[in-house]
């Protein structure tokens, strides 16, 4: 009897060091795992007054092979003032393309974000440093900077 309670507590504390993770017990894609570690979100103000917020993944990544050479963010944001567009910086250098995608595309099981009143955007930017620093703004409107590091 002696023996059994042994063999069965070893087996109970070896049940303990599988290899396991927060997102097993969820039923989510391995790419939409690693966005969840990838996303980030600020508000967009104008000094103490809120207008909207963003939130955004960094592509590179997420999808490695599809998405290399420049630096390729998706970006979901909602603005309660749409007088003036936003503009998409990294590492204070403007974007050098933007494509609006539609409410349903691609990348949109990346987050939990899916409401119909929101802007998606593709944004690329030329190649930058291993430091990234994403912000956007206009003449009214700016977020705080978002920092992201790339993987080795």
Not at 88 to 97: I, T
Request: some cysteine.
């Amino acid at each position: 009897m002696k023996t059994f309670l042994i063999t069965i507590t070893i087996f109970l504390l070896l049940q303990g060091c599988t290899a396991r993770n927060a997102f097993d017990k969820f039923n989510i894609s391995e790419n939409r795992a690693k966005s969840e570690d990838s996303i980030l979100s600020s508000k967009i103000y104008n000094k103490e007054k809120v207008n909207g917020i963003i939130s955004v993944v960094y592509l590179n990544d997420i999808f490695p092979e599809r998405y290399k050479g420049n630096e390729y963010f998706y970006v979901s944001l909602y603005t309660k003032e749409k007088k003036e567009p936003l503009l998409f910086y990294l590492n204070g250098k403007e974007a050098f393309e933007i494509e609006e995608l539609n409410a349903n595309n691609e990348f949109n099981t990346l987050t939990s974000l899916k409401a119909k009143w929101q802007k998606h955007y593709l944004i690329n930017f030329i190649q930058q440093g291993k430091s990234l620093t994403f912000s956007t703004k206009n003449s009214l409107f700016s977020s705080d900077k978002i920092v992201f590091k790339k993987a080795d």
